[in-house]
Structures are given as C-alpha cells and as structure tokens.
T-cell receptor
Framework: DTGVSQDPRHKITKRGQNVTFRCDPISEHNRLYWYRQTLGQGPEFLTYFQNEAQLEKSRLLSDRFSAERPKGSFSTLEIQRTEQGDSAMYLC????????????FGQGTRLTVV | ELKVEQNPLFLSMQEGKNYTIYCNYSTTSDRLYWYRQDPGKSLESLFVLLSNGAVKQEGRLMASLDTKARLSTLHITAAVHDLSATYFCAGPTPYNAGGTSYGKLTFGQGTILTVHP
C-alpha cells in the first residue's frame, strides 16, 4: 500500500495519561501535516514538517502536544496529560513540496479520553 | 485569515434528484479542494480546482470554481444512496513565514448529505 498510514486507528485512554500516534507518509513526500478533527467539524491544521524540520505550529497545539519527524520519514504526535477535550480524530497528511500538488490524508487515529 | 463557509450544512435528498452545495471563501485563492468523508473514515480527495472557471466532473459530481466571486460549487446529479457522506471544501492557507502551501488547508464546516429512496 502506498498511501498515508496511521497507527493506531483507535485509542482509548484515561485522563492524565500520555499517548503517542504514528504517521507514515507516502514515501516520496517530503511534507507532512497533522490535523485534528472534532465531531461535526472540519479538520483543523496543527503542524507541519518539511523533511525533519517542524516549520509551523498552530496555536491549537498546546504545550502538552509535541510532534517529531526525526529522519524526515515517519512522524509521531505525542499528547501528554491527556484531557477530555483532546478527544478527536487526529489526521496525518503528506504532500510533495512542489506547488501544484495536493495533500493525501491517512485513515486517522480516533482518540477517546475517558 | 482565510475563512471557508459551506451551505447547506445538512442536506437530505431523494434519490434521483439534483442539488448544489456552495462553498464561499473570504480571501483570494487560486485553488480550491473538495473532499469526501464517510463516517469514522478519513478524507478522500474528490476534486482539485486550480484556476478561475475550472470545472471538473466525476460520475454524478461536478465541481466548479469562480475565484472572482470566491465561490465554489459541488453539483450532484441524480443522487444515489452511495453518495451519502460529508463533503468538505478547503482552501490553501498561507504559512506564518510567508508563502502558501497546498497542504496547509482551511476547511469548511462540512455538508452532511443523506440520500434516501
């Protein structure tokens, strides 16, 4: 499969626990994006990487959130001390750097904080 | 800051009928994207509209872009049950450091389409 892959697909955690999600982009894509989607809303941009550099973070990304892309390939998104408000679908997307390209989305990780 | 508004937000259609979803956006953009999302699933790219006057068709769906009016439409012809899903439009959003990428997107609220017999 050559699409964007995310793991796990579902995660249920207790409030206060840490969770980590993984995203494997399409192999030749050097840009990688994280989005968050809450129920009934469109996805909201969180952060993006170009290769291993994290070039932008949204104000939505509080200090409890950290994202990495250590070798410019896969990326991880960690949420520390989860809160119920973190419950959402976390989507990863990747694209080429060139102008006239689109981003392709993974299946998402659905997080439920209880 | 780009704002994207869709209407209607909820659309209940009978099979065989036609309807249009509208997507208005607040600042100049030379392109617009349409995505489909099934419940609990990720986003599937439907159309990439790259210029003013662009029109694309795939099956019973046709999308168009009018950059002067800052309006895109998604027209559904002779709806069938399989088209039931949520449809999003999205526009590219400038990076804080300048420049625009077509992966940093601002999405509309989505239109939940239900097609019934």
């Amino acid at each position: 499969d050559t699409g964007v892959s995310q793991d796990p697909r579902h995660k249920i955690t207790k409030r206060g626990q840490n969770v980590t999600f993984r995203c494997d982009p399409i192999s030749e894509h050097n840009r990688l994006y994280w989005y968050r989607q809450t129920l009934g809303q469109g996805p909201e941009f969180l952060t993006y990487f170009q290769n291993e550099a994290q070039l932008e973070k949204s104000r939505l990304l509080s200090d409890r959130f950290s994202a990495e892309r250590p070798k410019g390939s896969f990326s991880t998104l960690e949420i520390q001390r989860t809160e119920q408000g973190d419950s959402a679908m976390y989507l990863c997307a990747s694209s080429l750097r060139q102008e006239n390209t689109e981003a392709f989305f993974g299946q998402g990780t659905r997080l439920t904080v209880v | 800051e780009l704002k994207v508004e869709q209407n209607p937000l909820f659309l209940s259609m009978q099979e065989g009928k036609n309807y249009t979803i509208y997507c208005n956006y607040s600042t100049t953009s030379d392109r617009l994207y349409w995505y489909r999302q099934d419940p609990g699933k990720s986003l599937e790219s439907l159309f990439v509209l790259l210029s003013n006057g662009a029109v694309k068709q795939e099956g019973r769906l046709m999308a168009s872009l009018d950059t002067k009016a800052r309006l895109s439409t998604l027209h559904i012809t002779a709806a069938v049950h399989d088209l039931s899903a949520t449809y999003f439009c999205a526009g590219p959003t400038p990076y804080n450091a300048g420049g625009t990428s077509y992966g940093k997107l601002t999405f509309g609220q989505g239109t939940i389409l239900t097609v019934h017999p």
